[in-house]
């Protein structure tokens, strides 16, 4: 069985919905990737690559097998086949821990707003932060 280096920045994080996928993986460290930003795409984030050293993203590194590795290729819809109609593409970045991956959204950004700081929790946490009620 080979592992492969993965970068998550969405709901595959840790404490979110979907980390049940890659939570049988081993996680190797938590950083920021730069040269990359994040658009809120509604129920999920997508990352583009800008090439600007100022865009970073946050995420999460991890181990994984080769057979969970197809499993994000499907959850992303990602086919290597035909990667122009892919809805992300896992394309090669390096990490601390040696060259990884990560999935970048490969659709229109026309209607996306950017996520300011890169982090998809830090966003949750703002947007669904209830007030409370002055009596």
């Known amino acids: 069985m080979s ?3 993965v970068a998550v920045y969405d709901s595959l994080r840790f404490g979110f919905s979907d980390h049940e996928m ?11 990737l730069t040269g990359f930003r994040m658009f809120n795409l509604g129920q999920y984030p997508g990352v583009v690559k800008t090439y600007e050293e100022n865009q970073r993203v946050r ?5 994984v097998s080769d057979s969970t590795l197809e499993a994000l290729d499907r959850m992303k819809e990602y086919d ?3 990667p122009d109609d892919s809805l992300f593409v896992r394309v ?3 990490s ?4 990884g991956s990560m999935y970048i959204y ?9 996520v300011e700081g890169g982090d998809w929790e830090r966003t949750l946490a703002r947007t669904t932060r209830r007030e409370i009620p002055v009596v």
């Not at 490969?106 to 950017?114: G, I």
């Open 80 to 82: 290597p086949n035909s």
């Open 106 to 114: 490969n659709q229109s950004l026309q209607q996306s707003m950017p």
């Open 96 to 99: 601390p821990y040696g060259k």
């Open 22 to 32: 890659i939570v049988d993986s081993q996680p190797i460290g938590k950083g920021w």
């Open 59 to 63: 995420v999460e590194w991890y181990k």
């Open 92 to 94: 090669r970045v390096y």
């Open 3 to 5: 592992s492969n280096i």
